[in-house]
């Protein structure tokens, strides 16, 4: 192998991409786009549940306890409703996502003291929003209830048990700060393997590859060349996302900087080397964007623990969750942002990225032929 | 003669919407992965994913070791959490923190169980890992309630009332039911959402780069002198990736979501149809559109991504447009995504007829149009 072939290739490409002004824009602008857009719209925070209310009774208490909801900020009142049908109907259509009916005797029961019943309806087409409607809606009648006990004579002065919570990692809660890290992840997952494949296959498919295959280039010379300039705008980019994070999203970086660049550029390769698999496998660009799109987006989203726990995958999605490197990443971005741990928790999913890199070149490699078939 | 034109239009189409199917047909790695993303990948969603708060790994510290103290964590239990094991430093919850083999550290002080039954109120400590924010509110939540029943109860036993003053204790009781997935099966809205999204994912990617692809090659030249419109030219394509679209959804909702994870179709199917092709039509439209912007198949699939990535989180299925910012919100707007989304769980699941959705049906054909005739005007502007 001889470094001035490699540097010759990697010239070469640079000067394809640079002149493809577009193109050479939209290797950067693509992944910075996509951290703003995420960022602001794939908020977790299940805020402003439209909701409506079937007030049979009236009375002072009714609207105390309606006032529960209407004034929570995980609600928003849509108006009442005269009748269950009615609610049923706005439910139906999508106006509102919960509808809450109390009955006559609410007060009454209230009062006697005892309990009193009350229904909600929930729409279950979302089931994860479903259930966090679930859990607010369970919390405030706690609490209400909570709060008709205390006025208890036999309660009175009652000290009770209380729970202290401490919130980890994420003092305030907020969805963008435990999504942000995770983002990068998921736009390093998209652009790199889909800027490798298509410069490859573009080459395979207008024919210039032929250039290649008859010069005395080896494989390994082109192979390293050629994913150069990927690496190195996928490593520009790396810092781009960095800074997202930690300027416009105020993430604080807790962690050691050096890892995490390093990591990030494990990983950055390990797409990269993605990429480079698919690129050898099919021979259209259409085919290239479509398989690199499917192996890389779906998983990247929802086998990654971005969205969902990767505790609450099933076997099946769980074993995609473990041979798809997003996951150990993840670990390495939320542990280097949010927790502040570094090398010494998190060297087995650096080994592992390592591994995986490994892996996918020497794949490349064995699978790339300077002697194609047909 | 008008008859004579009809004819010669029909003639031309047909023979163009040939070329695409035998151009797309021979294309095998693609055809393989169309058929393993409508089977396979959807089956894979729709039976891998869990979403509720279930099991929440809770390490448990007590300090206390009295009757209290147990009975308490006794009752942080499935389907919430899992206690699953003891531990006594500081250090060692920390660590299961850090490395993400606990959720949530519970810790009893001495004396929890003394200070109960002197009346004097007890405390106890809960650590939440609120990577994931729903879930860490949704844990301590339900943390909160367990620890507030508990207090009442043993007050009221302190207190000597008996367990009838204990069922008049006034409160509410919340009978609490959820419309349209009863039973909360993950596993409906994984695999319909899934199926929408490989949907757009084609809708988008095989029209758009069956028209680079010419540009690429310069194949458009020759269409171009031939006798056939700008229209004659793109409609045919268009048509073609709708028809292997809807019968790739045909498949996934025939092969996959009926039979192996019986989602009941409440609507019309024929509605359901009707409006996937409107979909497909719609959609296929912006990638015609990236594609009329783009010189090479290179541009393309990057502006491609630009306009699917946002379309498929951001439609609704995983954040509720109500948590957005107005800006995004409108941009959501603005994708057919959206409204489809609307569409399927409606029909599918809700059982809406065409009436109900009458309004979403035709934001979404209006969006179709203008984008469709957007792109006929730029890439007429390109040739003509």
Same mark, same amino acid.
């Given at each position: 192998?001889k470094?001035?072939r490699?540097?010759?290739?990697a010239?070469?490409?640079?000067?394809?991409?640079?002149?493809?002004r577009?193109? =050479?824009?939209?290797? =950067?602008?693509?992944?910075?786009?996509?951290?703003?857009?995420f960022?602001?719209g794939?908020?977790?925070?299940v805020?402003?549940?439209?909701f409506?209310v079937?007030?049979?009774?009236?009375?002072?208490l009714?609207?105390?306890?309606?006032?529960?909801?209407?004034?929570?900020?995980?609600f928003?009142?849509q108006?009442?409703?005269?009748?269950?049908?009615?609610a049923g109907?706005?439910?139906?259509?999508?106006?509102?996502?919960?509808?809450?009916?109390i009955?006559?005797?609410?007060?009454?029961?209230?009062?006697?003291?005892?309990?009193?019943a009350?229904?909600?309806?929930?729409?279950?087409?979302?089931?994860?929003?479903?259930?966090?409607?679930?859990?607010?809606?369970?919390?405030?009648?706690?609490? =209400?209830?909570?709060?008709?006990?205390?006025?208890?004579?036999?309660?009175?002065?009652?000290?009770?048990?209380?729970l202290q919570?401490?919130?980890?990692?994420?003092?305030?809660?907020?969805?963008?700060?435990s999504?942000a890290?995770?983002?990068?992840?998921?736009?390093?997952?998209?652009?790199?393997?889909?800027?490798?494949?298509?410069?490859?296959?573009?080459?395979?498919?207008?024919g210039?590859?032929f250039?290649?295959?008859?010069?005395d280039i080896?494989?390994?010379?082109?192979?390293?060349?050629?994913?150069?300039?990927?690496?190195?705008i996928?490593?520009?980019?790396?810092?781009?996302?960095?800074?997202?994070?930690?300027l416009?999203?105020?993430v604080p =970086?807790?962690?050691?900087?050096?890892?995490?660049?390093?990591?990030?550029w494990i990983?950055?390769?390990?797409?990269?080397?993605?990429?480079?698999?698919?690129?050898?496998?099919?021979?259209?660009?259409?085919?290239?964007?479509?398989?690199?799109?499917?192996?890389?987006?779906?998983?990247?989203?929802?086998?990654?623990?971005?969205?969902?726990?990767?505790?609450?995958?099933?076997?099946g999605?769980?074993?995609?969750?473990?041979?798809v490197?997003?996951?150990?990443?993840?670990?390495?971005?939320?542990g280097c942002?949010?927790k502040g741990?570094?090398?010494?928790?998190?060297?087995r999913?650096?080994?592992?990225?390592t591994?995986?890199?490994?892996?996918?070149?020497?794949?490349?490699?064995?699978?790339?032929?300077k002697r194609?078939?047909? | 003669?008008?008859?004579?034109?009809w004819v010669?239009?029909?003639?031309?189409?047909?023979?163009?919407l040939?070329?695409?199917?035998?151009?797309?047909?021979?294309?095998?790695?693609?055809l393989?992965?169309?058929?393993?993303?409508?089977?396979?990948?959807?089956?894979?969603?729709?039976?891998?994913?869990s979403?509720?708060?279930?099991?929440?790994?809770?390490?448990?510290?007590?300090?206390?070791?009295s009757?209290?103290?147990?009975?308490?964590?006794g009752?942080?239990?499935?389907?919430y959490f899992?206690?699953a094991?003891?531990?006594?430093?500081?250090?060692?919850?920390?660590a299961?923190?850090?490395?993400g083999?606990?959720m949530?550290?519970?810790?009893?002080?001495q004396?929890?169980?003394?200070? +109960?039954?002197?009346?004097?109120?007890?405390?106890?400590a809960?650590?939440?890992?609120?990577?994931?924010?729903?879930?860490?509110?949704?844990?301590?939540?339900?943390?909160?309630?367990?620890?507030?029943?508990?207090?009442?109860?043993?007050?009221l036993?302190?207190r000597g009332?008996?367990?009838?003053?204990e069922?008049?204790?006034?409160?509410?009781?919340?009978?609490?039911?959820?419309?349209f997935?009863?039973n909360?099966?993950?596993?409906?809205?994984?695999g319909?959402?899934?199926?929408?999204?490989i949907?757009?994912v084609?809708?988008?990617l095989?029209?758009?780069?069956?028209?680079?692809?010419?540009?690429e090659?310069?194949?458009?030249?020759?269409?171009?002198?031939?006798?056939l419109?700008?229209?004659?030219?793109?409609?045919?394509?268009v048509?073609?990736?709708?028809?292997?679209?809807?019968?790739?959804i045909?498949?996934?909702?025939?092969?996959?979501?009926?039979?192996?994870?019986?989602?009941?179709?409440?609507?019309s199917?024929?509605?359901?149809?009707?409006?996937?092709?409107?979909?497909?039509?719609?959609?296929?439209?912006?990638?015609?559109?990236?594609?009329?912007?783009?010189?090479?198949l290179?541009?393309?699939?990057?502006?491609?991504?630009?306009?699917?990535?946002?379309?498929?989180?951001?439609?609704?299925a995983?954040?509720?447009?109500?948590a957005m910012?107005?800006?995004?919100?409108?941009?959501?707007?603005a994708?057919p995504?959206h409204?489809?989304?609307?569409?399927?769980?409606?029909? +599918?699941?809700?059982?809406?007829?065409?009436?109900?959705?009458?309004?979403?049906?035709?934001?979404?054909?209006?969006?179709?149009?203008?984008?469709?005739?957007?792109?006929?005007?730029?890439?007429?502007?390109?040739?003509?």
């Open positions: 192998m470094l001035q490699v540097s010759a290739i010239a070469r490409e640079w000067r394809e991409i640079v002149r493809d577009l193109f =050479f824009a939209l290797a =950067f602008i693509v992944p910075a786009l996509l951290m703003l857009l960022g602001y794939l908020s977790l925070d805020e402003n549940i439209p409506t079937v007030d049979y009774d009236r009375s002072a009714s609207r105390d306890y309606s006032w529960q909801f209407i004034g929570s900020r995980y928003k009142f108006g009442y409703s005269d009748s269950e049908s009615e109907r706005k439910l139906t259509s999508g106006q509102v996502r919960m509808t809450l009916v009955p006559e005797r609410f007060g009454h029961d209230l009062e006697a003291p005892g309990r009193a009350v229904q909600t309806v929930i729409d279950g087409t979302f089931p994860s929003r479903a259930m966090t409607t679930r859990g607010y809606v369970e919390a405030i009648n706690a609490d =209400f209830s909570r709060e008709r006990l205390a006025r208890l004579p036999v309660l009175s002065g009652m000290k009770g048990v209380v919570s401490r919130y980890l990692y994420n003092q305030n809660v907020s969805s963008i700060r999504l890290p995770k983002l990068i992840m998921v736009v390093l997952m998209l652009s790199p393997p889909f800027l490798t494949a298509l410069g490859i296959v573009r080459e395979k498919e207008n210039s590859i250039n290649i295959y008859s010069s080896s494989r390994g010379e082109f192979l390293l060349g050629k994913l150069a300039p990927y690496v190195a996928s490593t520009f980019n790396i810092l781009t996302l960095w800074c997202f994070a930690c416009l999203y105020q =970086f807790k962690g050691d900087f050096a890892f995490f660049l390093l990591a990030s990983y950055v390769l390990c797409t990269t080397g993605i990429g480079l698999l698919v690129s050898v496998l099919v021979s259209t660009q259409v085919a290239a964007m479509i398989v690199t799109l499917v192996v890389t987006m779906i998983p990247s989203i929802l086998y990654s623990g971005l969205i969902i726990p990767i505790a609450s995958l099933g076997s999605a769980r074993v995609v969750a473990h041979i490197p997003a996951m150990y990443y993840a670990d390495i971005v939320v942002f949010l741990i570094g090398p010494g928790a998190l060297w999913q650096l080994l592992v990225l591994a995986y890199a490994l892996i996918l070149f020497s794949l490349g490699y064995a699978l790339f032929s194609p078939r047909t | 003669m008008m008859s004579g034109e010669r239009i029909w003639r031309r189409f047909a023979a163009m040939v070329k695409e199917f035998k151009q797309l047909g021979r294309d095998r790695v693609l393989a992965f169309i058929l393993y993303a409508f089977t396979l990948d959807v089956f894979l969603a729709a039976s891998g994913v979403l509720s708060l279930s099991s929440a790994v809770t390490w448990v510290q007590d300090f206390d070791h009757a209290a103290s147990r009975e308490l964590v009752r942080f239990q499935a389907p899992k206690v094991r003891d531990f006594d430093a500081d250090r060692d919850g920390q299961a923190l850090d490395s083999t606990a949530i550290l519970l810790s009893l002080p004396g929890f169980g003394r200070d +109960l039954a002197q009346g004097r109120g007890a405390e106890l809960m650590q939440v890992d609120t990577t994931n924010s729903v879930l860490g509110f949704l844990a301590v939540s339900h943390g909160e309630q367990i620890a507030a029943r508990f207090g009442i109860e043993s007050e036993a302190r009332a008996s367990a009838r003053d069922a008049a204790l006034p409160g509410v009781d919340n009978a609490m039911r959820v419309w997935n009863p909360q099966n993950d596993s409906w809205f994984m319909i959402s899934e199926m929408l999204n949907a757009t084609f809708s988008v095989l029209p758009a780069a069956a028209l680079v692809r010419e540009k090659r310069g194949t458009v030249e020759q269409l171009m002198v031939s006798p419109s700008p229209f004659g030219i793109l409609f045919p394509k048509v073609a990736m709708t028809c292997v679209i809807v019968a790739g045909a498949v996934t909702l025939f092969l996959v979501l009926i039979p192996l994870f019986s989602i009941p179709v409440k609507g199917l024929l509605l359901f149809f009707a409006a996937s092709m409107l979909y497909v039509f719609t959609t296929a439209g912006l990638g015609l559109f990236a594609a009329t912007v783009s010189q090479n290179a541009q393309a699939g990057m502006l491609s991504i630009l306009i699917l990535s946002p379309m498929l989180f951001l439609s609704g995983w954040t509720p447009a109500e910012p107005d800006w995004l919100r409108w941009l959501m707007y994708s995504l409204y489809y989304l609307d569409i399927a769980f409606g029909i +599918l699941l809700k059982g809406q007829g065409a009436a109900d959705l009458a309004l979403p049906l035709t934001e979404m054909g209006g969006i179709g149009v203008l984008v469709l005739a957007l792109g006929l005007s730029l890439f007429r502007r390109q040739f003509a």
